[in-house]
Each structure stands twice: as C-alpha cells, then as structure tokens.
Antibody, heavy 119, light 108 residues
C-alpha cells in the first residue's frame, strides 16, 4: 500500500526557518518525482516545488524561489522542504505528493502538515 | 505560467442532479489536464487524469472531456458523497504545475 506522510510543521515566527519531512512507503521511491503542494487556510491548492528521482531536476514556484529548498534521500525514502525567511503568506497546510509520470498526475497525497507563521 | 480558471466557483445541487464544472487554460495544454476532489479536512484525491481517464476506484458517474484550452468535469448523477471541492490541474508546462481555484459543490 502506497503511503505518504508529512511531518515537521508547527508555529514559527516570521523570518525564521522550518524543515518539513515526507516519508514514503509502498512503492519504489527512486522511480518517482515528488512534489510539495500547499493550501492556505480556506484557499485553493498551490504547487510549491518538485524534485525528480535523482535530484537532478528541481523547480520552485516563484513565490518561494530563493527561500525554499527541496531535497531527497532515496536511501530513506524521504523528501524534505527547507523553508527559510518565512512570512505570514507561507502559512498553509503543506502536502507531499507523488507524481506519476505514466499518467502525468499527482496520484498519492499525504494528509499534510500545518505550518503557521506568526509572531 | 499557465493560468487555470474554473467556473463556477461554487454551485448548489441536489442528489441526482447532473453537474458540470468547466476549466479553462490560458494557453493550449493539449490533454494534460487532471481533476481532483477534496473533502473538508482531507487531502485531494485524483479523479481523472489526462482529461478523460478515470483513476482506479473512481465511479463511472464522473467523466471528463475537452482539449486545448477548454475542459469539463461532469458528474452524471450527484451522490451524497460527491459534495466536495473540485480542482483542475495542468501538467503541460514543465516545472510549473498549476491548479484552478476550485469549485465547491454544495447541497441545494
């Protein structure tokens, strides 16, 4: 059974940093790109970042470029999101999701981890 | 970036109704269009990929169509468990996946 589980969210002050983790299981992790998608309270889905299977292809949304860094450890079946210089606009539920190249869609999602940026 | 615009933003419907949601891309995305369903407090769930292909386990009352810039999601006979928010998402543009703003389907 495919499972994706995020962790690391919490309350953080503006300007500070936070690192999210995503642990995956039930599939060959290094066959898939992984993405982060976020959802601000009461709002829609916003794509944040992607990393391909060997970390050779990485991309970010303009809203986080230069502040967030995505990485992965295939030996640990995990992907990470280092978030620096956080602002209130980064407050959201952060989802980790698997991208299935065969169907070009996000086919498995975690339940999300909540990041709240507030003083 | 490719912009995705859904309409309506919300709709009210009754069980048994036929419901149609539209999604328009700011440029042609061929058939690289996916639909997700999200219920309150839950993660999104993939319903349809590549415009018209049902994800495993998704009931056949859900259908998708379109190509280029205009796409539709249709629920042929709305069921109680279908009240949710629906999002379209394009996978055409590499390194810039975008979602529509969502359509909330509410009880009439």
């Amino acid at each position: 059974e495919v499972q994706v589980e995020e962790s690391g969210g919490g309350l953080v002050q503006p300007g500070r940093s936070l690192r999210l983790s995503c642990a995956a299981s039930g599939f060959r992790f290094d066959d898939y790109a992984m993405h982060w998608v976020r959802q601000a309270p009461g709002k829609g889905l916003e794509w944040v970042s992607t990393i391909n299977w060997n970390s050779g292809d990485i991309a970010y949304a303009g809203s986080v470029e230069g502040r967030f860094t995505i990485s992965r450890d295939n030996a640990k079946n995990s992907v990470y999101l280092q978030m620096n210089s956080l602002t209130a606009e980064d407050t959201a539920l952060y989802y980790c999701t698997r991208f299935n190249y065969e169907i070009e869609a996000f086919d498995y999602w975690g339940q999300g981890t909540l990041v709240t940026v507030s003083s | 970036d490719i912009q995705m615009t859904q309409s309506p933003s919300s709709l009210s419907a009754s069980v048994g109704d036929r419901v149609t949601i539209t999604c328009r891309a700011s440029q042609s995305i061929s058939t690289y269009l996916n639909w997700y369903q999200q219920k309150p407090g839950k993660a999104p769930r993939l319903l349809i990929y590549a415009t018209s292909n049902l994800q495993s386990g998704v009931p056949s009352r859900f259908t998708g169509s379109g190509s280029g810039t205009d796409f539709t999601l249709t629920i042929s006979s709305l069921q109680p468990q279908d009240f949710a928010t629906y999002y379209c998402q394009q996978s055409y543009s590499p390194a810039s996946w975008t979602f529509g703003q969502g359509t909330k389907v509410e009880v009439k």
